[in-house]
């Protein structure tokens, strides 16, 4: 693969994370290129957009060449982790390893299994009883003895479920929820709205991964992405979302019964993976944040300017 220039940064996957590492390289004034499978992205002017597979690991190698720092931003389809997800982070490990990178790796806190009443930290078990979060520590594991070994720089960021722009379907604060309250129609959510639940804004996971990119204290480790220290109801954050859509009082809002869940799973296999994790749903679901904000200096976007910030994209895509 010839190229007449390289980019510090590298990031692999173009979806709602990758576009926003991508963006908040930009504000920083990185050089970034993003890599996915069509070649095509929305991604800020300056940006290149590559096309390959990131489970090839000499094409990845040679797309990362010269980079500083790469990032796996990936998401393959949800009915698909098991059996594209291993390669794609090896992928992308080898190329760091290959070119002398960093890996900042994209998790999320399915490996610690039901919270049992408990907020997770950073230093909460393995222990998972679903087939996605055993995947997913096993990823991180793999991570972290690469780096123990002295193979390549590894820093792992962990997002509870997300929200904001380009949340889409696979958000339960997504297209459920905006597009309904921007027309003053009923929201649906997955579980019990009236239990805590945490919730990480998108831009922030974007700004907290490229953190972890460039500064010099941030390897070696699973850090927790940075979250409103209150955590509140689903139900609040709806209620939130509404009046920030300028309708008053609060919003209609209606959970999907897990009859109607097991239906469409039947049918849809995006929605049958879903089935496995209503556990996040049915108690209080607290993910802590703390480490990152003492001591790597990252906060949370206020959630009522994350909720406007979410309504305003919704409601320039409806346009």
């Known amino acids: 693969m010839n190229r007449t220039t390289t980019a510090r940064h590298v990031v692999f996957g173009s979806g709602a994370v990758g576009t926003a590492v ?97 907020p997770f930290t950073e230093e909460s078990p393995d222990a998972a009883t679903t087939r996605k979060g055993r995947l997913r520590a096993r990823m991180a594991q793999d991570l972290l003895a690469a780096h123990q070994a002295g193979r390549v720089e590894v820093a792992i960021g962990r997002a509870s479920d997300y929200f904001g722009p380009r949340g889409g379907a696979q958000s339960n604060l997504g297209d459920l929820v905006f597009p309904a309250l921007l027309a003053g129609r009923t929201a649906t959510v997955l579980g019990d709205p009236d239990q805590p639940h945490t919730y990480t804004f998108i831009p922030d996971i974007g700004e907290a991964l490229a953190l972890l990119g460039l500064h010099p204290q941030a390897a070696g480790r699973i850090w927790h992405l940075p979250n409103d220290p209150h955590t509140r109801t689903t139900r609040e954050l709806v209620d939130l979302a509404h009046r920030a859509t300028g309708r008053p009082g609060a919003a209609r809002l209606r959970r999907m019964p897990t009859s109607v869940l097991y239906a469409m799973g039947a049918v849809n296999r995006t929605v049958r993976e879903l089935i496995e994790m209503r556990y996040e749903f049915a108690e209080p679901f607290v993910v802590d944040s703390t480490l990152i904000r003492e001591r790597l200096g990252a906060v949370a976007t206020p959630v009522e300017e994350a909720l406007a910030r979410t309504v305003d994209a919704y409601r320039a895509r409806g346009k």
Do not use: K
Not at 49 to 64: E, K, L, R, S
Not at 92 to 110: C, P, T
């Open 22 to 118: 991508a963006e908040a390289l930009v504000r920083r004034g990185e050089s970034v290129r993003v890599v996915n499978r069509s070649g095509r992205a929305d991604v800020p002017d300056g940006v290149e957009v590559v096309a390959g597979d990131a489970a090839d690991p000499a094409f990845t190698t040679a797309v990362a060449a010269g980079a500083a720092v790469v990032y796996q931003a990936l998401n393959p389809p949800y009915h698909r982790w098991q059996q594209e997800f291993p390669a794609l982070q090896a992928g992308v490990l080898a190329a760091a390893a290959a070119v002398g990178a960093r890996m900042v790796s994209m998790d999320n806190v399915y490996g610690y299994g039901p919270p049992g009443g408990r």
